[in-house]
């Protein structure tokens, strides 16, 4: 990224040129709300960032992949052996599993791609700019939502490989990944959402982080207790609805409705009219977490 | 051709008028707009941006509407915030690389541009380490580069020597005055401080309280007053002695300083002045031409709170 490239010829002076006006092409709309997007996406990972801020999101995605590596390692060897004719962990219940490093992800990355911007008045340089306040709200999000969809989806491609290389049935496998595929960027979109709308409120990025990560694990907590009492009492219809307070069991609950995938949680929506609650609560945590960005950034000022 | 023009401006919040029907015309090389806190450069700056609403009135940069073609006007114009506005873990570099990105550059001409800036504002290697270590001075000149980044026609630079050192001070004066001449980029620079603007300004333009209180070029501000200032050299009361002498040769003299301002009369005015120093052996350093200062606008436009340097 480093090399300084005004050293001219073998002597190594530096010629002052002078000012050089630019005459090339400059890009449109689109271009520059692509290259912002790809911007975001690698600052997410620490990439064009300082080195320490590598280290979390690296360490993370390591850390998601790690537990996928195993299971295919097992699978693979011991096949026969352990008379295993599909994944020992389901694509579907994966991202439940590691929501601890899904949600530390985002509470850690969602505050440095927003607040940032905010707490440093970087945002005005964005809104000096000729793109619009809209485009920065879109992009942003897209890049934090993709960029989380990158980590939950990295280890369901592990998996589907490896279940390929073990030989699994192949339409089967492809069938239920691309479920999971689509469960993952359901649950990219709601947390990235909530997340964004979170740090753009809470301006400090330390507030931010632990504001993000109270929402997301203590939520996720509260669901499943409440999941498993209601369980326990026999009121399943009181953990179906508790369900639909928590990401991570909102989507699970969409993907056992459409996909019919195994469940994650002890209390999955039963019967089409709960299904089309979890639905339509997916969609509007999404639109809704979108709407209040746009709200939020309509107030700030240059 | 007008870079600026503004007509019957007005902005108006819920308690203060931020502008006051202003009338502004601004044409190409170093404008400098002057102005107490609060007078309503930075107001003006934003509405040419398009970043603010005007409440009243019109404004055109570069021959685009500012309430309806924003977008085309910042495409064209760098600005060079006031306040901080550099994210503190990313290096000047990268950061300057991706705002020309985010102008329109792709990406090969955007390293480019942004080493050929970074170069013109004086951020050597440091340019490579996160802003968060940086001094206000290289922070200035890191926020002036990413002004520049994408070659606009006109940059608008709010309080470049805000929190600089006298040395630094100069250095950034001396590079605004590049951009508008060198490079050919027009460029409008605000500032509280006069003297900053009088040297480097082809036109000045002055607020108070978001009213136009007087736009001209900067050397009719420091036309000739008529007065000639002297400065000898010999004993210790030289210069009286001098004054004396040129009261009673029937000139108007009087003591500035260690100078002597004497109003001239005619062309044999410069005569006496050497004959009389001659006469009384006194060795003549200097003659030069009284100047007024663009602060003496505002001791006559009775604006109280602006600070000379």
């Not at chain 1, 004719?85 to 439940?96: L, W």
């Not at chain 1, 989806?153 to 595929?181: H, K, M, Q």
């Not at chain 1, 504001?211 to 939520?219: D, E, F, K, N």
């Not at chain 2, 107490?36 to 603010?52: D, E, V, Y």
Request: charged share 20%; hydrophobic share 45%.
């Amino acid at each position: 990224m480093s090399s300084p490239s005004e050293t001219t010829g073998p002597s190594g002076v530096i010629h002052d040129i002078g000012y050089r006006p630019y005459s090339g092409s400059r890009l449109g709309e689109g271009a520059v709300a692509w290259s912002f997007f790809i911007t975001g996406l690698r600052n997410c990972f620490g990439l064009g960032r300082s080195g320490r801020s590598k280290i979390l999101p690296m360490a993370l995605l390591a850390l998601m992949l790690l537990p996928a590596l195993i299971l295919v390692g097992v699978l693979v060897q011991a096949r026969n052996i352990l008379d295993l004719d599909e994944h020992i962990v389901p694509y579907s219940i994966y991202p439940i599993t590691t929501q601890l490093l899904i949600s530390v992800f985002v509470a850690a990355q969602a505050p440095a791609l927003i607040s940032r911007d905010l707490r440093f008045r970087t945002i005005t340089l964005y809104l000096a700019r000729p793109g619009r306040r809209t485009t920065y709200v879109l992009v942003r999000l897209a890049s934090l939502t993709v960029a989380t969809f990158v980590l939950i989806a990295a280890p369901l491609l592990l998996l589907y490989v490896g279940g390929l290389l073990a030989d699994l049935p192949l339409g089967r496998e492809t069938e239920r990944f691309l479920a999971a595929v689509v469960g993952a960027l359901l649950l990219a979109g709601c947390l990235s959402g909530l997340a964004a709308l979170v740090s753009a409120l809470t301006i400090r990025r330390g507030l931010a982080v632990a504001a993000v990560i109270v929402v997301l694990l203590v939520t996720y907590t509260v669901v499943s207790t409440i999941q498993g009492i209601a369980l326990d009492t026999g009121n399943e219809t009181v953990g179906e609805i508790a369900g639909l307070f928590s990401p991570y069991t909102l989507v699970d609950g969409v993907q056992v409705y459409l996909f019919d995938s195994p469940e994650a949680t002890p209390t999955p929506p039963v019967g089409n009219a709960m299904g089309a609650i979890y639905l339509a609560t997916t969609a509007v945590t999404i639109v809704g977490a979108v709407g209040g960005m746009l709200l939020r950034y309509r107030k700030v000022t240059a | 051709m007008g870079v600026i023009e503004t007509v019957a401006l007005t902005k108006k919040y819920p308690r203060v008028t931020a502008l006051d029907q202003l009338d502004v015309n601004v044409g190409g090389g170093v404008t400098g707009l002057v102005g107490a806190n609060g007078a309503g450069k930075s107001t003006l700056i934003k509405i040419l941006l398009g970043l603010t609403d005007a409440t009243s009135g019109s404004a055109r940069v570069l021959d685009h509407d500012v309430t309806t073609d924003g977008a085309a006007i910042r495409a064209l114009v760098g600005y060079m915030p006031e306040h901080d506005c550099l994210p503190a873990d990313v290096s000047a570099s990268d950061l300057v690389v991706h705002m020309g990105q985010m102008s329109g550059l792709p990406y090969a001409a955007a390293r480019e541009r942004a080493s050929d800036v970074l170069r013109h504002v004086g951020l050597a290697e440091e340019r490579y380490r996160p802003i968060g270590g940086y001094s206000t001075g290289m922070k200035q000149r890191a926020k002036l580069a990413q002004a520049l980044v994408h070659d606009p026609r006109l940059v608008l630079l709010d309080e470049p020597t805000n929190g600089l050192d006298p040395s630094s001070r100069d250095d950034m004066l001396a590079l605004v005055r590049r951009i508008g001449t060198e490079f050919g980029i027009a460029v409008l620079v605000t500032s509280h401080l006069l003297g900053e603007l009088e040297r480097i300004s082809d036109h000045v333009v002055v607020l108070d309280t978001g009213r136009l209180l007087r736009s001209q070029a900067t050397t009719d501000f420091m036309h000739a007053t008529g007065l000639l200032l002297v400065e000898v050299q010999g004993p210790s009361d030289a210069d009286q002695r001098l004054g004396q002498a040129l009261v009673e040769a029937g000139l108007r003299a009087t003591p500035s300083g260690r100078l002597i301002e004497v109003e001239v009369k005619d062309e044999g005015t410069y005569d006496v002045v050497r004959d009389l120093a001659v006469d009384l052996g006194l060795g003549l350093v200097r003659m030069q031409e009284g100047h007024h200062r663009i602060e003496d606008v505002f001791r006559e436009g009775g604006a109280g709170s602006v600070q000379p340097v």
